[in-house]
């Protein structure tokens, strides 16, 4: 059994109010994740963690209709919310909560997604152990701890006493991942029968699957192998361009490329959307059908590759300062061992592949979207310098760039994870009979999605002076309402502690002013 090195264990919850009997949000506008436009303002009645009714009570710019209103007694909580937004809780598809590598205690990386009103996150490959995620997974499902909602998908092979290397250790594999009850797999790559087997086998027992097509097995098996194996998601892109080749079947690696040499990974990466064929032309065409027919997901991580095109942007940050703990800062510097350290002479002509990259790269996704394909949300932060939860909003700003409505924006973050999930009967909408899952500020995030990041985003008040306004106020999950600035304080702390144990502080690399 692989022997895992895990991080702090989450802390028992003392805070957040609730669930409550009944409880009325009282004159929000709602967005409710579906795609549909905003209305309000409305109220909003939750029983203990179910959404019971959603009442339209007046018209903008009028005095609400108190007769319309659903009433209170005594045993009601009520939260008057004039003016507010209210969204469904997000959901991050591509979650790590942190390894020891980074340092990271399980409170702050689950703070710092509920400040953001992440509510539930799929943790792609249980990097702490699956036992360890599936133990906070049943105390978050409790509420006895304060997290998002957690499925585990285990990292493929996890746990195996040999290497997998045909169907029937595949078949076996998977089996036994459903028995120790994992919500799915993550898959990386291996051997065309295996990946056949393992994929189409638990799609077969009821469980999904998400995969890096990481470029050590991508050139036998791409994201067109996958979707027609039965595979819920894509991760990233690596896998969509080689499945594109219309003039090669090889990446064009540079010839002294090695895949332990992350800067030769993630740069010549950054070359490959202008090796596929290009946009709209027969063969993209054909990709994309077959892959919308298969009902396939896209989930892009678009954030987690933003360094690439602009690493001063993503090295400077304005949160890192205050909220990104010194192990973690230590973990981004430029390394030959961290996994997406590669920064050895990165330079401006890598940044501008990498724009092309992401233009090309975006072009699919949007006319994907467009098409009536599914496309996600998630941020694989803790790498590249992207924080949890922060990192999330950029993914958001980065879907926006890509094309999108900020309503599909929204939809992608909410009903479309949770369709991808097989959890949209229960979250991802507000809908009556769905859980109480919501964010809740005092900005209109439509326009300018900004307002969701916890340090919320600058305006100039009457006196001429610089003001920050939004971050999101109350975080909703299971019918219990968290303070999201109080945890973000808490996050705050934490960073503070390890701070003055450690002596540390931030300075950027090679500069120490």
Same mark, same amino acid.
């Given at each position: 059994?692989?022997?895992?090195?895990?991080?702090?264990?989450?802390?028992?919850?003392?805070?957040?109010?609730?669930?409550?009997?009944?409880?009325?949000?009282?004159?929000?506008?709602?967005?409710?994740?579906?795609?549909?436009?905003?209305?309000?303002?409305?109220?909003?009645?939750?029983?203990?963690?179910?959404?019971?009714?959603?009442?339209?009570?007046?018209?903008?710019?009028?005095?609400?209709?108190?007769?319309?209103?659903?009433?209170?007694?005594?045993?009601?909580?009520?939260?008057?919310?004039?003016?507010?937004?209210?969204?469904?809780?997000?959901?991050?598809?591509?979650?790590?909560?942190?390894?020891?590598?980074?340092?990271?205690?399980?409170?702050?990386?689950?703070?710092?997604?509920?400040?953001?009103?992440?509510?539930?996150?799929?943790?792609?490959?249980?990097?702490?152990?699956?036992?360890?995620?599936?133990?906070?997974?049943?105390?978050?499902?409790?509420?006895?701890?304060?997290?998002?909602?957690?499925?585990?998908?285990?990292?493929?092979?996890?746990?195996?006493?040999?290497?997998?290397?045909?169907?029937?250790?595949?078949?076996?594999?998977?089996?036994?991942?459903?028995?120790?009850?994992?919500?799915?797999?993550?898959?990386?790559?291996?051997?065309?029968?295996?990946?056949?087997?393992?994929?189409?086998?638990?799609?077969?027992?009821?469980?999904?699957?998400?995969?890096?097509?990481?470029?050590?097995?991508?050139?036998?098996?791409?994201?067109?192998?996958?979707?027609?194996?039965?595979?819920?998601?894509?991760?990233?892109?690596?896998?969509?361009?080689?499945?594109?080749?219309? @003039?090669?079947?090889?990446?064009?690696?540079?010839?002294?490329?090695? &895949?332990?040499? #992350?800067?030769?990974?993630?740069? *010549? !990466? /950054?070359?490959?959307?202008?090796?596929?064929?290009?946009?709209?032309?027969?063969?993209?065409?054909?990709?994309?059908?077959?892959?919308?027919?298969?009902?396939?997901?896209?989930?892009?991580?678009?954030?987690?590759?933003?360094?690439?095109?602009?690493?001063?942007?993503?090295?400077?940050?304005?949160?890192?300062?205050?909220?990104?703990?010194?192990?973690?800062?230590?973990?981004?510097?430029?390394?030959?061992?961290?996994?997406?350290?590669?920064?050895?002479?990165?330079?401006?002509?890598?940044?501008?592949?990498?724009?092309?990259?992401?233009?090309?790269?975006?072009?699919?996704?949007?006319?994907?979207?467009?098409?009536?394909?599914?496309?996600?949300?998630?941020? @694989?932060?803790?790498?590249?310098?992207?924080?949890?939860?922060?990192? &999330?909003?950029? #993914?958001?700003?980065?879907?926006? *760039? !890509? /094309?999108?409505?900020?309503?599909?924006?929204?939809?992608?973050?909410?009903?479309?994870?949770?369709?991808?999930?097989?959890?949209?009967?229960?979250?991802?909408?507000?809908?009556?009979?769905?859980?109480?899952?919501?964010?809740?500020?005092?900005?209109?995030?439509?326009?300018?999605?900004?307002?969701?990041?916890?340090?919320?985003?600058?305006?100039?008040?009457?006196?001429?002076?610089?003001?920050?306004?939004?971050?999101?106020?109350?975080?909703?999950?299971?019918?219990?309402?968290?303070?999201?600035?109080?945890?973000?304080?808490?996050?705050?702390?934490?960073?503070?502690?390890?701070?003055?144990?450690?002596?540390?502080?931030?300075?950027?690399?090679?500069?120490?002013?």
């Amino acid at each position: 059994m692989t022997a895992f090195s895990q991080i702090m264990p989450s802390p028992d919850r003392n805070e957040g109010e609730g669930p409550y009997d009944r409880l009325i949000l009282r004159g929000v506008t709602l967005i409710d994740g579906t795609g549909a436009p905003p209305i309000g303002p409305v109220d909003i009645v939750v029983e203990k963690n179910r959404i019971a009714q959603i009442q339209v009570v007046g018209y903008p710019g009028l005095p609400i209709n108190e007769n319309r209103r659903p009433k209170a007694d005594e045993n009601t909580k009520v939260y008057d919310l004039e003016g507010h937004y209210l969204l469904p809780g997000l959901i991050d598809m591509h979650a790590h909560i942190g390894g020891s590598g980074q340092g990271t205690p399980a409170e702050y990386v689950f703070k710092l997604w509920m400040a953001h009103g992440i509510t539930t996150i799929r943790d792609p490959s249980a990097g702490n152990g699956l036992n360890w995620v599936l133990d906070h997974k049943k105390k978050s499902l409790a509420n006895q701890i304060t997290a998002p909602r957690i499925l585990a998908y285990t990292a493929f092979g996890m746990g195996a006493k040999e290497a997998i290397i045909n169907a029937e250790q595949a078949k076996a594999w998977v089996n036994d991942n459903k028995a120790k009850g994992a919500d799915g797999i993550k898959f990386f790559g291996a051997n065309p029968e295996v990946m056949q087997a393992a994929i189409s086998e638990n799609k077969r027992i009821g469980l999904r699957s998400a995969m890096h097509h990481q470029q050590m097995d991508v050139a036998r098996w791409n994201v067109l192998n996958s979707a027609r194996a039965g595979l819920t998601s894509m991760e990233h892109w690596y896998g969509l361009p080689e499945a594109l080749f219309q @003039d090669r079947t090889i990446q064009d690696f540079r010839l002294d490329y090695n &895949y332990q040499n #992350e800067q030769h990974r993630f740069g *010549e !990466a /950054g070359k490959l959307w202008k090796q596929a064929a290009p946009p709209y032309s027969e063969h993209w065409n054909k990709v994309m059908t077959e892959l919308l027919e298969l009902d396939f997901t896209l989930d892009p991580t678009f954030n987690i590759y933003e360094a690439n095109r602009d690493l001063m942007r993503a090295r400077t940050q304005e949160w890192h300062e205050v909220y990104t703990l010194p192990s973690l800062w230590r973990f981004y510097a430029p390394s030959r061992q961290s996994h997406g350290s590669y920064w050895f002479d990165w330079t401006t002509e890598e940044e501008v592949q990498w724009k092309e990259n992401y233009r090309l790269w975006m072009t699919f996704v949007n006319e994907y979207k467009n098409r009536g394909g599914r496309v996600t949300a998630g941020s @694989d932060s803790g790498f590249i310098y992207q924080l949890y939860g922060f990192a &999330y909003i950029r #993914e958001l700003e980065l879907l926006r *760039e !890509a /094309g999108f409505h900020p309503l599909e924006v929204i939809r992608s973050a909410t009903l479309y994870g949770a369709q991808a999930l097989g959890m949209e009967k229960e979250i991802g909408s507000v809908e009556v009979g769905k859980l109480a899952d919501f964010l809740i500020l005092e900005e209109n995030p439509l326009q300018n999605l900004k307002v969701l990041y916890g340090t919320g985003t600058i305006r100039i008040n009457e006196n001429n002076e610089p003001v920050r306004v939004g971050g999101v106020k109350y975080t909703v999950k299971d019918g219990i309402v968290y303070d999201a600035k109080k945890m973000l304080d808490d996050v705050k702390t934490i960073v503070d502690q390890h701070k003055a144990r450690e002596n540390a502080r931030l300075t950027q690399p090679g500069l120490d002013w």
